[in-house]
C-alpha cells in the first residue's frame, strides 16, 4: 500500500509540476498553445506566429500576421486536448485533462475524482471515483466524455439526456443503485389509491412478506399486496420481496403513470 500511495503521489507531483518550468514561449508563460486559423498551424501564442511568419527567411509574399480576432482553436500543453476557445476551458491537474465551463466554476473533490460544479459543493454525496465507470445507459467512458453529466441524489453520475430518455420510458431509480431520483410523493399517493382499491382475496388476509426498501434500505415484514410494496418507514413503493408470500411481479411505476 505504502508503495501505490508512494507513486500515485509521485505521478501526481509529476503532473503538477509539468509546465511551471519549462512551458509556453518566451511572450506568454501559460499552459496552452494556440491553433492558426490562417496556417492551420501549432503556435505557442500569436506574437511566436507573427515572428515565424514574417521573418527574413519568409518569401515576402507569404509573410502574414495572425488574425487573433479568428481565432478558434486552443491546445492543452499538458494533455494535448484540442478545442473550442469559446467554452472557458481549463485544466485540473488532479483529472489530468481539460474541461469546459471555468475553472471558477467547479471545484474538485478528491475522494469522487472529479469535477463538480460549486451549485453542488456543499451537497453532494460523495462516490468513490464517482466519474470513472460507463454510463449506465449508454455504457459511454464518463470521465473525459463530453456531453452533459447529471448528478443524481444517491451520487452515481449519468449523462444528462440518458436520465431524460429513461424519464421518457417511465424509469425513476439509479440504474446501479435503484435509489428514487426525484420526488416520487405523487406516484407513491396514486398507488396508496391503486393498492386501496384493489382489495385482495380473504385468503391473503393474513398473508406476511418481507420487503427491502430501495430508497432507505430498511427491511420489514407487510401485508401481501399483488400490485405493490409500501415501505412503512419512508412511505416509498420503490421495494422488492425479499421472502414470503407467492410468486409475483409487480406492474411496476410505468403501469401507474
Known sequence: MEISFQLKMSSEESLMELGYGDFGCSHYRRRCKIRTPCCDEIFGCRHCHNESKNSMEVDPRHRHDVPRHELKRVICSLCATEQDVSKNQY?????????????????????????????????????????????????????????????????????????????????????ICLKSYCDMSQVWGKLDQEVASTPMSQMYDNKMVWILCNDCGESSEVNFHVLAHKCPKCNSYNTRKTRGGPASYSPGISQMM
Open 91 to 175: 485544466h485540473c491537474n488532479e483529472c489530468g485533462i481539460c474541461r469546459t465551463g471555468g475553472g471558477e466554476n467547479f471545484f474538485h473533490c478528491s475522494k469522487c475524482g472529479c469535477c463538480y460544479s460549486n451549485l453542488l459543493k456543499d451537497s453532494h454525496k460523495c462516490v468513490e471515483r464517482a466519474m470513472h465507470h460507463n454510463c449506465p445507459v449508454c455504457f459511454e467512458f464518463l470521465f473525459d466524455t463530453t456531453r452533459d453529466i447529471t448528478v443524481l441524489r444517491c451520487g452515481h453520475t449519468i449523462h444528462l439526456e440518458c436520465v431524460k430518455e429513461m424519464e421518457r420510458h417511465f424509469r425513476y431509480s439509479c440504474p
